[in-house]
T-cell receptor, first 114, second 111 residues
Framework: EPEVTQTPSHQVTQMGQEVILRCVPI?????FYWYRQILGQKVEFLVS????????KSEIFDDQFSVERPDGSNFTLKIRSTKLEDSAMYFC????????????FGQGTRLTVV | QQPVQSPQAVILREGEDAVINCSSS?????VHWYRQKHGEAPVFLMI?????EQKGHDKISASFNEKKQQSSLYLTASQLSYSGTYFC????????????FGSGTQLTVLP
């Protein structure tokens, strides 16, 4: 069964450092998303990406964040200068199309900023 | 604006029924239900699109009242495997197409 793959599963970084979280969406999917979940809280939308550009982003997705699809398979989330409050589980998701359709989530990357 | 879920937590015995509610203050285009087990990714359950639509598979079903901007998830004769946190996600009827999740309902099924 096709799945969304995320690496690494856990990353510890020092405050102020840059991190790149990687995702390989399902191959025939066209829409890609990043979500964040702070421990014990709800899943929060960060950004959606289609046709090599951001289609929507939330207030959380400020200038410290960027996304990229550097090749035909990877989809990355970069946090330029991490803060303590960036510590969370980051989920990548993908879907065949936009709007009301099933989104497939990866297993997540747990980011710990110390 | 995120949807509001109730209750925040439910504890029930295997075989009992549960209802989880999701409501929004804005017009909805669709409601999406996901279940997340501890330490795992959210897993899709179902999408409801139309006012008054009801869907279900196995013993989990849901309804969507578009006029009231509400959806309910029904878990019938619950099984141990139903334990987890249930999130409703809503898609507005306007131009914003981002899925906004509620704060979740933690469901615990005891033997």
């Amino acid at each position: 069964e096709p799945e969304v793959t995320q690496t690494p599963s856990h990353q510890v970084t020092q405050m102020g450092q840059e991190v790149i979280l990687r995702c390989v969406p399902i191959s025939n999917h066209l829409y890609f998303y990043w979500y964040r979940q702070i421990l014990g809280q709800k899943v929060e939308f960060l950004v959606s990406f289609y046709n090599n550009e951001i289609s929507e982003k939330s207030e959380i997705f400020d200038d410290q964040f960027s996304v990229e699809r550097p090749d035909g398979s990877n989809f990355t989330l970069k946090i330029r200068s991490t803060k303590l409050e960036d510590s969370a589980m980051y989920f990548c998701a993908s879907s065949v199309r936009d709007g009301p359709t099933e989104a497939f989530f990866g297993q997540g990357t747990r980011l710990t900023v110390v | 604006q995120q949807p509001v879920q109730s209750p925040q937590a439910v504890i029930l015995r295997e075989g009992e029924d549960a209802v989880i509610n999701c409501s929004s203050s804005k017009a909805l285009y669709s409601v999406h239900w996901y279940r997340q087990k501890h330490g795992e990714a959210p897993v899709f359950l179902m999408i409801l699109l139309k006012g008054g639509e009801q869907k279900g598979h196995d013993k989990i079903s849901a309804s969507f009242n578009e006029k009231k901007q509400q959806s309910s998830l029904y878990l019938t004769a619950s099984q141990l495997s139903y334990s987890g946190t249930y999130f409703c996600g809503t898609l507005g009827s306007g131009s914003a197409r981002q899925l906004t999740f509620g704060s979740g309902t933690q469901l615990t099924v005891l033997p």
